[in-house]
């Protein structure tokens, strides 16, 4: 029995002085104005406004108009108590095309934003890339070619120039993961292409690229600065415990997870990937001092985590189930894994259909703190989507959530209770917004948004999430 399981469960769990309590967004996600102040399209762009690919048809144009509104949304966020607050840069709309000069009124926007931020004292936390590359650099290649990587260490040290004497936490990528194997591998994501060999480049210049851009980062950043890349690590579970299942896991394991860990934290990508996708590559696009390149000293670890991955290995000629909770179609975003099934697990589960499942995360926490011990951890998203409704009275009340964000919270109160540093923990997401190819039919916020009118109202789930923000001390939500 480890020290925190011998807590009654009723008791308020105080969470450490200094932990950020925060909420995230991303641009694509939230800020619509899509044209405006020299903004150019970007993958998203170009892929919702492609027949078939979001749901019905769903773009990010006008998304939640952050981009004009987000003096309300800071508000928003200072009247809930947060003290901090993860959002993206649009790469496009501050360096349109993905070459060159900035565009300061793109940059003006960021800039504002963190002022706002930081007069209502909230701690800005900017992650630089996430998911959209401006479209000129994909009809260059995109992300499976190295010079998209270059671009990427070129677009951090002009973010950096901009907004580093503002901005303390910085993030390189957002789940490289995605960009790299639902992008280019099962083609879900923008840019849509389907090919594994484009993913696995892809995955190394996303490497590449977060190496460069921290590069960039400590050159033209000030000493105090904390840098970070945010990945979401799967926490694998073999269906049963039989080594074909374990062989699945691992082979997910190194896919899914070792493919980043292995070259940002150990400088090397792990042999078993490479014999696993020796089939399809010889990875002959890492050159030489490139993993001297990827493998960058961190201050923090950002781990985003929703729900586990259940993994098992199909026998030759059996019908293997196709849903990994991503969802996938024809083509598999999991190169060098085709015989693995992906399950999931039986019991409760949110809007997206992913299980609930917080004790994955605080397996996740101590396992990951054990593999790098003096790397601090910090959670820049978790969460979860649920039908909410508007009650006649003009409230939302959605105990799931509550619930859902109370049992993973009481989870990373368990981690740090068995000694894993987690410094914070950053709500998916503060309002209601695009969900990439779900389009707007998925509602994560802890904040309302009425989609006609733009009008905002913080759920039921807000106002707990506040109440725990504000003292620092985790109480079920039925307590408040
Ligand atoms: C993560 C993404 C985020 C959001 C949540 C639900 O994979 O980083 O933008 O879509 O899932």
């Not at 039921?460 to 003292?471: D, F, H, K, L, N």
Request: contains cysteine; proline residues 7%.
């Amino acid at each position: 029995m480890t020290a925190s399981e011998t807590r009654p469960l009723t008791a308020g769990r105080p969470f450490p002085a200094d932990f950020l309590w925060g909420s995230a967004t991303a641009a694509y996600q939230i800020e619509g104005a899509v044209r405006e102040d020299g903004r150019t399209p970007s993958i998203w762009d170009t892929f919702s406004h492609t027949p078939g690919k979001v749901f019905e048809g769903h773009t990010g144009d006008v998304a939640v108009d952050h981009y004009h509104r987000f003096r309300d949304d800071v508000r928003l966020m200072a009247d809930l108590g947060l003290n901090a607050y993860r959002f993206s840069v649009s790469w496009s709309r501050v360096q349109p095309t993905g070459r060159g000069q900035a565009v300061q009124k793109g940059l003006d926007f960021y800039r504002r934003l963190v002022d706002e931020l930081l007069a209502a004292g909230i701690e800005p936390s900017l992650t630089l890339y996430h998911w959209d590359l401006p479209q000129e650099l994909e009809d260059a290649g995109g992300w499976p070619e190295r010079a998209t990587a270059e671009r990427f260490g070129d677009y951090a040290a002009l973010v950096a120039e901009a907004l580093g004497d503002r901005v303390k936490r910085w993030t390189t990528l957002n789940e490289p993961w995605c960009s790299a194997f639902l992008g280019y591998g099962s083609g879900v994501h923008a840019p849509g292409r389907t090919h594994p060999v484009a993913a696995l480049r892809a995955a190394h210049h996303l490497n590449l690229g977060h190496g460069l851009a921290v590069q960039a980062l400590g050159t033209c950043l000030p000493a105090s600065r904390l840098l970070s890349v945010s990945l979401n690590l799967h926490e694998i579970r073999p269906l049963t415990p039989s080594p074909e299942d374990r062989e699945a896991a691992r082979r997910i394991d190194a896919v899914g997870n070792r493919v980043w860990l292995g070259p940002m934290l150990e400088g090397t990508y792990p042999g078993d990937l490479l014999a696993d996708t020796a089939h399809l590559t010889d990875w002959s696009f890492v050159r030489d001092g490139d993993t001297a390149t990827t493998h960058q000293p961190l201050d923090l670890l950002a781990v985003n985590y929703y729900a586990p991955t259940v993994v098992s290995r199909v026998g030759p000629g059996a019908r293997k189930p196709r849903d990994d909770g991503h969802g996938g179609g024809a083509h598999s975003p999991w190169p060098g894994a085709e015989d693995v099934a992906f399950h999931r697990a039986p019991g409760e589960r949110t809007a997206m259909g992913w299980p609930v499942d917080a004790t994955a995360l605080h397996d996740l926490l101590t396992r990951t703190a054990a593999r790098y011990p003096g790397l601090p951890l910090v959670i820049s998203e978790n969460g979860a989507a649920y039908d909410d409704e508007v009650g006649p009275d003009g409230t939302v009340h959605d105990p799931e959530r509550a619930a859902y964000v109370h049992a993973h919270l009481d989870a990373v109160h368990r981690a740090i209770a068995d000694g894993v540093d987690v410094r914070g923990y950053f709500l998916w997401s503060l309002l209601d917004n695009f969900e990439w190819a779900y389009g707007y039919a998925k509602r994560f916020g802890a904040v309302h948004v009425d989609y006609e009118t733009l009008k905002r109202t913080p759920k039921s789930s807000a106002r707990w999430y506040s109440r725990v923000a504000r003292t620092g001390e985790l109480r079920p939500p039925g307590d408040l």
